[in-house]
């Protein structure tokens, strides 16, 4: 809810507490996680408003655009003013385009030409001096071609080019001198081209170069020499997409005038601490997605006073340090994406009094940045600032789940324990499944008190409740009921496996044998799930990566040993079992089948069959509903894909728990006996509701004989499937 300040407040700027914004002029307050959401909160509309990250780059273009005459933006004036030009291009004053018209080679045009645009056609070659009766071209556009080779003397004479377009090429390498006369070059764009080299002498025509954009090339090192020697004025550097291994101080010494430095999809491994040393007019840098490491502590304070925009998202750091942070006084954006910040506090951001953007991994740090408007992610998915779980469908769906859960388990060993059993041993085995699966529902049941708990204030508590031993004990729950879940359910297929295909082979285990593996189930399903707690140096915070405590979704930060820990359960005895039981119940229902046959009854062994038959789907498809979206999610997190953080709500809240739901009605309420009990009860209590007298056997019987239209109640009539034929118990 909006934090709605005194009335007598001026009109002007409103002063909020720490964590909250203002809605532009008027004098109500918004928390920060209700800034920027994608929903209109203020009564004005101004928590949705400058919710972009225009800072940098975007910005430059913009006032580019801005600058731009609307004759240039619109082409209001269609008249050529050109005397010669391709009929298959288009010309607007001095403008040409000839875009996806197959041309091979540059056609000829009026030298009078100052715009020329010969995209997506199938040039190969530029030879030399073939743009040099152009002098007066401003702006070439070459992008999207099939150019292999240029020229050492392809752009001679052009010595008005601002703008030159060679990306999504396949230029190898650059002839040296090739851009000597482009001396008010301003942008240069080679990116998508498989460049492997760029040497020193490439760019000593570039005197006035402002843009250099190579981004997705595959250059494997910048030249030693100082890299802007011969470019005094160079504002715009960007090698996105490349290999460099490495970058100094020594490279980038003479770029005092630099402003954007792009160097993300590279391979740089270290950064020296002066490297930024001379860059006083830096205003965005961004080493996002490289193999950093380490930075040094002060690595940033050459361009402290300069930078507005940080991107060191998806590297390896193994720290960030306050140092790293504290001379940034001006900067706007900041972007930690992907890194784990063990040691976050308050304090590390404090010197930055002017950041509107922040982007974190996780959605919790946020809470740690208050003077931020704007903070990144709001949410993984499961829980979002205010709430544990992030919607009102995962908050009401927790605890019917648990409910269901824990009632159809608590009602079938109830049930059990008051209705005898044809085959005792395999009842008290139903009954250690039903306590298994109860726990599913404890664990849910956990979820939704918690969630309850942290309403409205979760994000203030979320790292402090993954790192606590609730939300580890509930875990170890989860992890218990689950593992010992699929064994009991494998142990009961391969039961159940032997006596119906080798029924006369008397391979019924003892009593005394049943209990030993009921034991030994339970023993290993606490084993498994007590392991990741006995280490943490190893498996990290194995239960406490997310807020439901359950360690499905694999990410580059999981310690190796804990994703491997996790693959080996959901990928290796998970999936084991799994196919054990599809594999059981499709040779159990083929003996069925084969034997039924010589069934004299045909009638009766197929309905019998039919029967059967539904029931075995149902338990095979309830295993599989449950188990291969795991399986999925499993072998997607491990081959990084990118998986929608909502998919991993869906699975622990709705998919994880459908088999400790469905397996009472599969294994207790859908068979012939439990029914046939029920029955009896129901005709019970019809009669004396009816004051009739109870029907006994014998009378049945008698009453038949005299009466060959008699018709025996219901629940006297059934055939059960459990008995007396073992085979279908």
């Given at each position: 809810?909006?934090?709605?300040?005194?009335?007598?407040?001026?009109?002007?700027?409103?002063?909020?507490?720490?964590?909250?914004?203002?809605?532009?002029?008027?004098?109500?307050?918004?928390?920060?996680?209700?800034?920027?959401?994608?929903?209109?909160?203020?009564?004005?509309?101004?928590?949705?408003?400058?919710?972009?990250?225009?800072?940098?780059?975007?910005?430059?273009?913009?006032?580019?655009?801005?600058?731009?005459?609307?004759?240039?933006?619109?082409?209001?004036?269609?008249?050529?003013?050109?005397?010669?030009?391709?009929?298959?291009?288009?010309?607007?004053?001095?403008?040409v385009?000839?875009?996806?018209?197959?041309?091979?080679?540059?056609?000829?045009?009026?030298?009078?030409?100052?715009?020329?645009?010969?995209?997506?056609?199938?040039?190969?070659?530029?030879?030399?001096?073939?743009?040099?009766?152009?002098?007066?071209?401003?702006?070439?556009?070459?992008?999207?071609?099939?150019?292999?080779?240029?020229?050492?003397?392809?752009?001679?004479?052009?010595h008005n080019?601002?703008?030159?377009?060679?990306?999504?090429?396949?230029?190898?390498?650059?002839?040296?001198?090739?851009?000597k006369?482009?001396?008010?070059?301003?942008?240069?764009?080679?990116?998508?081209?498989p460049?492997?080299?760029?040497?020193?002498?490439?760019?000593?025509?570039?005197?006035?170069?402002?843009y250099?954009?190579?981004?997705?090339?595959?250059?494997?090192?910048?030249?030693?020499?100082?890299?802007?020697?011969?470019?005094?004025?160079?504002?715009?550097?960007?090698?996105?997409?490349?290999?460099?291994?490495?970058?100094?101080?020594s490279?980038?010494?003479?770029?005092?005038?630099?402003?954007?430095?792009?160097?993300?999809d590279?391979?740089?491994?270290?950064?020296?601490?002066?490297?930024?040393?001379?860059?006083?007019?830096?205003?965005?840098?961004?080493?996002?997605?490289?193999?950093?490491?380490?930075?040094?502590?002060?690595?940033?304070?050459?361009?402290?006073?300069?930078?507005?925009?940080?991107?060191?998202?998806?590297?390896?750091?193994?720290?960030?340090?306050?140092?790293?942070?504290?001379?940034?006084?001006?900067?706007?954006?900041?972007?930690?994406?992907?890194?784990?910040?063990?040691?976050?506090?308050?304090?590390?951001?404090?010197?930055?009094?002017?950041?509107s953007?922040?982007y974190?991994?996780?959605?919790?740090?946020?809470?740690?940045?208050?003077?931020?408007r704007?903070?990144?992610?709001?949410?993984?998915?499961?829980?979002?600032?205010?709430?544990?779980?992030?919607?009102?469908?995962?908050?009401?769906?927790?605890?019917?789940?648990?409910?269901?859960?824990?009632?159809?388990?608590?009602?079938?060993?109830?049930?059990?324990?008051?209705?005898?059993?044809?085959?005792?041993?395999?009842?008290?085995?139903?009954?250690?499944?039903?306590c298994?699966?109860?726990?599913m529902?404890?664990?849910?049941?956990?979820?939704?008190?918690?969630?309850?708990?942290?309403r409205?204030?979760?994000?203030?508590n979320s790292?402090?409740?993954?790192?606590?031993?609730?939300?580890?004990?509930?875990?170890?729950?989860?992890?218990?009921?689950?593992?010992?879940?699929?064994?009991?359910?494998?142990?009961?297929?391969?039961?159940?496996f032997?006596?119906?295909?080798?029924?006369?082979?008397?391979?019924?285990?003892?009593?005394?044998?049943?209990w030993?593996?009921?034991?030994?189930?339970?023993?290993?399903?606490?084993?498994?799930?007590?392991?990741?707690?006995?280490?943490?140096?190893?498996?990290?915070n194995?239960?406490?990566?997310?807020?439901?405590?359950?360690?499905?979704?694999?990410?580059?930060?999981?310690?190796?040993?804990?994703?491997?820990?996790?693959?080996?359960?959901?990928?290796?005895?998970?999936l084991?079992?799994?196919?054990?039981?599809?594999?059981?119940?499709?040779?159990?229902?083929?003996?069925?089948?084969?034997?039924?046959?010589?069934?004299?009854?045909?009638?009766?062994?197929?309905?019998?069959?039919?029967?059967?038959?539904?029931?075995?789907?149902?338990?095979?498809?309830?295993?599989?509903?449950?188990?291969?979206?795991?399986f999925?999610?499993?072998?997607?997190?491990?081959?990084?894909?990118?998986?929608?953080?909502?998919?991993?709500?869906?699975?622990?809240?709705?998919?994880?728990?459908?088999?400790?739901?469905?397996?009472?009605?599969?294994?207790?309420?859908?068979?012939?006996?439990?029914?046939?009990?029920?029955?009896?009860?129901?005709?019970?209590?019809?009669?004396?509701?009816?004051?009739?007298?109870?029907?006994?056997?014998?009378?049945?019987f008698?009453?038949?004989?005299?009466?060959?239209?008699?018709?025996?109640?219901?629940?006297?009539q059934r055939?059960?499937l459990?008995?007396?034929?073992?085979?279908?118990?």
């Open positions: 809810m909006p934090v709605l300040l005194a009335s007598s407040r001026p009109s002007g700027k409103a002063a909020c507490p720490l964590g909250h914004f203002p809605c532009g002029n008027m004098s109500e307050c918004l928390p920060q996680a209700l800034h920027c959401n994608g929903h209109r909160d203020c009564p004005n509309g101004a928590d949705e408003r400058r919710c972009g990250d225009n800072i940098g780059w975007a910005d430059l273009f913009g006032r580019i655009l801005q600058n731009t005459s609307p004759v240039q933006q619109q082409h209001l004036l269609r008249e050529c003013f050109l005397q010669e030009y391709p009929e298959s291009c288009d010309c607007i004053r001095t403008d385009e000839c875009v996806e018209v197959n041309l091979q080679d540059v056609p000829l045009m009026s030298a009078n030409v100052t715009w020329l645009s010969l995209r997506s056609n199938k040039i190969q070659v530029l030879p030399d001096f073939v743009f040099s009766e152009y002098q007066v071209l401003g702006r070439l556009f070459l992008q999207n071609n099939s150019l292999c080779q240029i020229s050492n003397q392809a752009f001679s004479s052009l080019l601002k703008r030159l377009f060679l990306s999504e090429n396949l230029i190898s390498s650059l002839s040296p001198g090739v851009f006369d482009l001396h008010k070059l301003e942008w240069l764009m080679l990116d998508h081209n460049l492997s080299t760029l040497s020193q002498d490439t760019l000593i025509g570039l005197q006035s170069l402002v250099l954009s190579m981004v997705g090339t595959a250059l494997q090192q910048l030249p030693q020499p100082r890299f802007c020697q011969h470019l005094p004025v160079l504002a715009w550097l960007d090698l996105e997409g490349n290999q460099i291994h490495t970058i100094s101080h490279i980038l010494k003479t770029c005092s005038k630099l402003e954007v430095l792009l160097l993300m590279n391979r740089i491994r270290r950064v020296p601490e002066n490297t930024f040393h001379s860059l006083w007019q830096l205003a965005e840098l961004n080493l996002s997605r490289n193999r950093i490491k380490e930075l040094p502590k002060y690595i940033f304070k050459p361009v402290g006073k300069s930078l507005l925009k940080l991107n060191i998202s998806h590297n390896p750091l193994l720290h960030i340090h306050p140092g790293h942070l504290s001379h940034l006084i001006h900067l706007q954006s900041l972007a930690l994406e992907g890194i784990e910040i063990p040691h976050i506090h308050t304090k590390m951001f404090l010197p930055m009094k002017n950041l953007h922040i974190f991994k996780k959605f919790q740090y946020c809470s740690f940045v208050p003077h931020v704007s903070c990144k992610p709001n949410t993984d998915g499961i829980s979002s600032f205010e709430n544990l779980l992030a919607s009102i469908v995962l908050r009401v769906s927790v605890w019917l789940m648990a409910f269901i859960t824990c009632f159809g388990n608590i009602l079938v060993i109830g049930m059990r324990s008051l209705i005898g059993a044809e085959n005792n041993l395999h009842a008290a085995c139903i009954k250690v499944l039903c298994a699966d109860c726990l529902g404890v664990y849910l049941f956990f979820v939704g008190v918690f969630d309850v708990k942290f409205g204030q979760y994000n203030r790292l402090v409740w993954m790192e606590s031993f609730e939300c580890r004990t509930i875990g170890f729950l989860a992890m218990l009921s689950s593992e010992v879940s699929v064994l009991l359910l494998t142990y009961l297929t391969l039961e159940k032997l006596v119906i295909v080798f029924p006369f082979n008397n391979l019924r285990p003892s009593k005394l044998q049943t030993v593996v009921l034991v030994s189930i339970w023993l290993l399903g606490f084993i498994i799930a007590a392991i990741p707690l006995m280490n943490e140096d190893v498996f990290g194995y239960y406490g990566r997310n807020g439901v405590c359950f360690p499905l979704h694999s990410d580059r930060q999981e310690k190796p040993t804990a994703k491997g820990y996790s693959t080996g359960i959901f990928l290796g005895l998970n084991v079992a799994f196919l054990v039981i599809v594999f059981s119940y499709s040779i159990m229902f083929h003996s069925i089948y084969k034997t039924g046959i010589n069934a004299t009854d045909v009638r009766s062994r197929l309905h019998r069959d039919v029967a059967v038959a539904n029931r075995f789907f149902f338990i095979v498809f309830s295993d599989a509903l449950c188990w291969i979206p795991i999925l999610v499993k072998v997607l997190s491990l081959l990084e894909v990118e998986i929608p953080d909502t998919i991993s709500s869906w699975v622990v809240i709705f998919i994880l728990p459908i088999n400790s739901a469905l397996n009472p009605i599969l294994y207790t309420l859908t068979t012939s006996f439990f029914r046939e009990q029920v029955e009896a009860l129901l005709c019970r209590w019809q009669r004396r509701k009816k004051d009739r007298k109870s029907v006994t056997s014998s009378t049945v008698v009453e038949a004989a005299h009466n060959p239209t008699y018709k025996a109640p219901a629940c006297l055939v059960s459990d008995s007396p034929d073992p085979r279908y118990a």
